[in-house]
């Protein structure tokens, strides 16, 4: 059983030095774990890399939770922690038939097994949050106070990221989240993404649009493009995304060009500089020259989002192919220049790449700081057929069963949960997203990651019908939604994880103004 995942539990784990600790799959198998009431849904959740049905929006109080995520403390404030009711037996019921039947049922073993394991949880979570937290000073070395980062070495690093115990990482989880509090409140920010065209003149292995992949290939038209913007401004969204693939022509860029202008006049805004005035504007449109930068930069737009996609260049030369177009140098490059004219950057990977390790992820969070990401968006990565990582990837993984993949999303999303809470830890005062990639393999990943130390969800907000032309991995959530089935679900995701939905303002990285010596804005 779980060969494919033992695969890559070695995988992932083949140049770590660190011994000690392991990242077992198997082992995090069939633990019952306490769900917030807020959260809990029933337990019959099954999904699959393969065959994604997606998130039913329509459907919210009744989706599905993996029955032994372990969900991290929703909390308004730090200092008053309003902690989710303690389970009782009744509770129990609440939890679907399994718990039910564990409870009950005291003559089958893992229904007792089960049992015993949630009383451990009940009494852990009956401790003081600050006292939870302190099963973390094996792993940081100092004793972690709440809302206080602590720095970590690489090996301390790779050391967190194998946690499998599920009261550690729940309180990884949740001091990565005091942190979250101490700088930015329970404030969440919307950013609605408005996926304009899928041409791509890149050629990523992983991609669902990249060159090679046959798929109808459009671009919204201008004034399409800026209806969406508008609507975003009318519903009060603070900002929007213009995301697209990469194509750099003088058409595109002066397209884009008009289309910031436009935009910012239609919203009353002023350009660069002139903080928090009209709809703030990221663009997530590729490598470009620093000339074209500049000019995007000009015209208005004041984020840029770069995925790095893995901080190892070798493994990047494994994820693209081999020529001048695609070469993690050049990446790197553009993040420095986008920093350099003045853009709030963002930048991130994707987790559990085929030949991947821990070391690489703990590497990436280092780059992250390094580089000084003033943004960070990760997600797992999601197999797509048709690509050549697609293919090693079900050469992999594609003989699993149900049970099977249904663990591998367990894993993975964990994985991803611990780079958020990681990222929140070393670079604390950074916006960090709770990517819609964690809702693929979890319905509830977005609102769960938000209180796991992201503070910043992107509700899509592009045209239905140009939707299932920018799957850019199997299984994309949200795919037959309209833009206001999407505002409302996140409203609601965000609202689950108790935190507050802040609209109307831009919600800026406050590790931006801080480097620069600016007074941070919309604070007094
Ligand atoms: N799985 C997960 N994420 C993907 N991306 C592209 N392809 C995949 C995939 N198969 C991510 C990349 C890119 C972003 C826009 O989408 O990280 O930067």
């Not at 099977?404 to 958020?420: D, G, I, P, Q």
Request: aromatic content about 8%; hydrophobic content about 35%; glycine content about 8%.
């Amino acid at each position: 059983m779980m060969k494919g995942l033992k695969k890559s539990a070695t995988t992932l784990l083949r140049s770590s030095k660190s011994g000690g600790i392991n990242f077992k799959a198997a082992s995090l198998i069939s633990e019952l774990k306490f769900v917030p009431n807020q959260l809990l849904m029933r337990n019959n959740f099954s999904t699959s890399l393969i065959q994604q049905h997606g998130d039913h929006h329509h459907d919210h109080h009744h989706h599905d939770l993996m029955e032994d995520e372990l969900l991290p403390t929703p909390k308004k404030t730090i200092i008053n922690i309003k902690e989710p009711p303690i389970p009782t037996e009744v509770d129990l019921g609440a939890m679907g038939e399994q718990v039910a039947t564990a409870s009950s049922a005291n003559s089958d073993p893992k229904a007792a097994e089960r049992k015993m394991k949630r009383a451990r949880t009940v009494n852990y979570l009956q401790k003081p949050l600050e006292q939870r937290i302190l099963v973390l000073e094996k792993y940081f070395g100092v004793k972690p106070e709440l809302g206080k980062p602590v720095e970590l070495t690489k090996e301390q690093i790779v050391n967190v990221l194998n946690i499998e115990d599920h009261e550690e990482q729940r309180a990884l989880f949740d001091y990565a989240n005091s942190i979250t509090e101490s700088i930015y409140g329970s404030k969440v920010y919307f950013r609605g993404i408005i996926e304009f065209s899928n041409v791509c003149q890149k050629d990523c292995n992983y991609c669902g649009i990249r060159k090679h992949m046959q798929v109808p290939r459009y671009t919204m038209p201008k004034e399409e493009i800026i209806e969406q913007a508008i609507w975003a401004y009318e519903n009060h969204f603070g900002s929007i995304m213009l995301q697209s693939g990469e194509l750099n022509t003088e058409g595109r860029i002066s397209m884009l060009v008009d289309v910031i202008r436009e935009i910012k006049k239609r919203t009353g805004g002023g350009g660069p500089g002139e903080w928090n005035k009209g709809l703030g504007i990221a663009l997530g449109v590729g490598e470009l020259s620093r000339e074209s930068y500049q000019r995007l930069y000009d015209a208005g737009a004041h984020r840029y989002l770069l995925r790095i996609e893995t901080s190892n260049p070798e493994l990047y030369s494994k994820l693209h192919p081999n020529d001048e177009n695609h070469v993690w140098e050049e990446r790197k490059k553009c993040l420095e220049t986008l920093m350099d004219i003045g853009y709030q950057t963002g930048t991130g990977v994707m987790i559990m790449i085929p030949n991947q390790t821990v070391q690489d992820l703990a590497d990436d969070l280092l780059f992250f700081r390094k580089i000084g990401a003033d943004m960070i968006g990760m997600g797992p990565y999601i197999v797509q057929e048709g690509t050549p990582i697609g293919k090693i990837w079900m050469e992999q993984y594609g003989h699993m069963n149900e049970a099977e993949k249904k663990e591998y999303n367990r894993v993975l999303f964990r994985l991803a949960l611990k780079m958020t809470a990681l990222a929140r830890i070393l670079i604390p005062e950074a916006n960090i997203s709770a990517t819609t990639a964690l809702q693929a393999i979890n319905p509830a990943g977005r609102e769960i990651a938000l209180s796991s130390g992201a503070n910043m969800v992107m509700p899509i907000i592009t045209p239905t019908k140009y939707r299932v032309n920018y799957q850019l991995y199997q299984g994309k959530p949200c795919i037959d939604d309209t833009k206001e089935e999407c505002k409302r679900c996140l409203t609601d995701r965000v609202k689950w994880s108790n935190k507050q939905l802040i609209l109307d303002e831009w919600g800026d990285p406050i590790s931006y103004f801080n480097k620069r010596n600016m007074k941070v804005p919309n604070k007094e």
